[in-house]
């Protein structure tokens, strides 16, 4: 009985190593080319590769050929990973926005609560918002009625709705600045460099009339004529109001709107900087006591 189990055992082995040869020449076969047929398929590949080349390089020059300028980079105060913004020129932002781009921008996500010890004292901030006049209502008598502005208003539009925008600006819509730093391609140095990079054009590009030429703005072509120029308006404080000037407090105060948490966030980057770094030094040495003895044992094996 032994003898023939141990005959199966042996034949069933035997059929298991032939099929698994089998299966083994059968995958590691690869298809074997002559020499006439290398060389035709390793031209093949170069001759596709240099065509992949030329229609990338072919595309990067049709890219090339739309003018496009990029914004510098600007060395401002609040790029630090823990400074602040300069509330004083926050502050000679917002006259800078008061009194030019009010005129056609609107911020209808900032109220003048959020001036409040950030630029103005809260009897500033109070007295700014009851320069305007804010519809409300309605009244007992169901009539709607202006009354001064509030902490709680929102800066007011310089228009009624979107149709009256474009109508008196040539059909441009002139667009919220309420995020507007955050919401364009290089922030700040964006705005900067779009409020103080007017120009005339260059020769043989023709703009219609009504548009101005600006290398900065997608198109180049821009609704908006320049707004900014020396002495146009008077800070408060007494700064020089060069044009420079004029548009980096009012990026400055952009940035602001855009983002009011930024000096709190910052704040608390360096809290946790700080609780990091003694739990750091905590951990290392509770690491340090526990796997001493560990680090430190000797273990010796015996034999027998």
């Known amino acids: 009985m032994a003898a023939v189990v141990g005959r199966i055992l042996k034949n069933d082995l035997v059929r298991n190593q032939l099929a698994f040869r089998s299966q083994k020449l059968k995958f590691s076969s690869f298809p074997r080319f002559a020499n006439s047929s290398k060389k035709v398929l390793s031209i093949t590949g170069v001759g596709i590769a240099g065509a992949a080349g030329?229609?990338?390089?072919?595309?990067?020059?049709?890219?090339a050929g739309d003018l496009v300028v990029h914004p510098a980079k600007h060395p401002w105060s609040h790029n630090g990973p823990i400074s602040a913004l300069d509330h004083a020129s926050i502050r000679r932002g917002y006259e800078v926005y008061k009194q030019v781009c009010s005129a056609c921008h609107s911020m209808q996500y900032v109220r003048y609560r959020e001036l409040v010890n950030v630029s103005h004292s809260e009897d500033e901030a109070k007295a700014e918002a009851e320069e305007i006049q804010v519809l409300d209502g309605p009244n007992e008598e169901g009539e709607m009625f202006k009354r001064p502005g509030k902490l709680f208003d929102t800066f007011p539009s310089p228009y009624a709705n979107e149709e009256q925008a474009r109508a008196a600006n040539n059909g441009a819509y002139p667009p919220d600045l309420s995020l507007i730093t955050s919401a364009r391609h290089g922030g700040e140095d964006y705005v900067f460099a779009l409020l103080t990079g007017y120009c005339d054009p260059p020769a043989g590009v023709e703009i219609r009339e009504g548009l101005y030429y600006n290398p900065y703005f997608p198109g180049h072509a821009i609704g908006m004529a320049q707004a900014l120029y020396n002495e146009i308006i008077e800070y408060s404080d007494g700064t020089p109001a060069t044009m420079s000037q004029l548009?980096?407090?009012?990026?400055?105060?952009?940035?602001?709107?855009?983002?009011?948490?930024?000096?709190?966030?910052?704040?608390?980057f360096i809290k946790v900087m700080v609780v990091l770094s003694l739990l750091a030094g905590v951990s290392y040495y509770y690491k340090r006591l526990k796997w001493s003895t560990l680090k430190s044992r000797k273990i010796v094996f015996k034999q027998k």
Request: aromatic fraction near 12%; proline fraction near 3%.
């Open 54 to 63: 030329l229609l990338y390089a072919f595309n990067d020059t049709l890219k």
């Open 247 to 268: 548009a980096k407090d009012v990026c400055t105060f952009l940035k602001w709107a855009a983002e009011p948490e930024h000096d709190t966030r910052k704040r608390m």
